[in-house]
């Protein structure tokens, strides 16, 4: 089983940056999508960038325009580029991805990381 390790996340002023790392222990077939989720307290989680394995991105409209996906296909690897943050993207944020092999879809989710925007 593919393991998702993220690291990256930290303390940050109001209008900093940060860059969140989701890497996988191993390539993961067949899949269709990578992305981020975050969950802030006592609010449920929701998804915050995906991207498809065509290269579709998707953001949810409190970060477009700030957070930036991508991917490095031969690290096995992706990434949340987080810009101008703001004291509400405070969360935690998981990385995920899902892939469909043999009419089964797999999930695939880490650990998560807490970024904490603050001044």
């Known amino acids: 089983q593919v393991q998702l390790v993220e690291s990256g996340g930290g303390l940050v002023q109001p209008g900093g940056s940060l860059r969140l790392s989701c890497a996988a222990s191993g390539s993961i077939p067949n899949i269709n999508s990578m992305g981020w989720f975050r969950q802030a307290p006592g609010k449920q989680r929701e998804l915050v960038a995906r991207?498809?394995?065509?290269?579709?991105?998707t953001y949810s409209d409190s970060v477009k325009g700030r957070f930036a996906i991508s991917r490095d296909n031969a690290k096995n690897t992706w990434y949340l580029q987080m810009n101008s943050l703001k004291p509400e993207d405070t969360g935690v944020y998981s990385c995920?991805?899902?892939?469909?092999?043999?009419?089964?879809?797999?999930?695939?989710w880490g650990q998560g990381t807490q970024v904490t925007v603050s001044s």
């Open positions: 995920h991805a899902m892939s469909y092999t043999m009419s089964t879809w797999y999930n695939y």
């Open positions: 991207l498809s394995s065509t290269g579709t991105t």
